[in-house]
């Protein structure tokens, strides 16, 4: 079997579940190998080293960010409260490996649900203390992921909207990078089943 280099998926999880599917498709179907948490932890979150490490040992990531911020690891190494998926790209980026970022469109009709201050719709039965805790945080949380698209922005970044048309937006922006970071590769174009 020949040498497939380890693509890096970085996103919230629960939200963009199908995203994060059709981005390891497009993947796969680009030469890439996957890395992504539904492979490599069965339950609960991973400590922020195992994440960490998982980047070091692709050679991309791709970032899919849409409305929410995700999960602020409590870690002395992350005195700045940034998401896992911003520390994964911030740490791509430290090591030179590209960061393939995929931003929600901003006009997309994305679900009620789905966005960061849902969670105080589903806080709404809360003690009080508990609340204000919820929107304190759900505030900061808000204000980090506009500091983190805008940081994504800087450089080339891509919009998508549905589910079902984002492996497409995908396949050429990855195989873009594996011709970039491996130039002199030959690989045979896929065969394209006839329809009938």
Not at 56 to 73: L, N, Q, S
Not at 85 to 107: I, M
């Amino acid at each position: 079997m020949s040498y497939r280099p380890i693509v890096f998926i970085s996103s919230t999880v629960e939200d963009l579940k199908e995203y994060r599917e059709q981005a390891a498709k497009a993947a796969e179907l680009s030469g890439f190998a996957v890395s992504r948490l539904e492979y490599w932890s069965e339950n609960g979150w991973p400590a922020l080293q195992t994440c960490l490490d998982k980047v070091d040992e692709a050679e991309a990531v791709v970032a899919i960010v849409a409305h929410r911020y995700g999960w602020v690891p409590d870690d002395p190494a992350n005195p700045d409260a940034k998401s896992i998926t911003w520390l994964e790209c911030e740490r791509a980026r430290k090591a030179g490996k590209p960061v393939l970022a995929f931003l929600v469109d901003p006009k997309y009709d994305w679900p009620k649900e789905l966005y960061e201050a849902y969670r105080l719709v589903e806080g709404k039965g809360l003690p009080p203390r508990k609340r204000s805790a919820l929107m304190k945080e759900v505030g900061r949380n808000e204000k980090k992921l506009d500091q983190f698209k805008k940081e994504l922005s800087r450089n080339v970044r891509h919009e998508f909207a549905d589910a079902p048309s984002f492996r497409g937006v995908v396949i050429p922006v990855l195989s873009k990078a594996l011709a970039a970071l491996h130039p002199t590769t030959k690989r045979c174009p896929r065969a394209i089943p006839k329809r009938t």
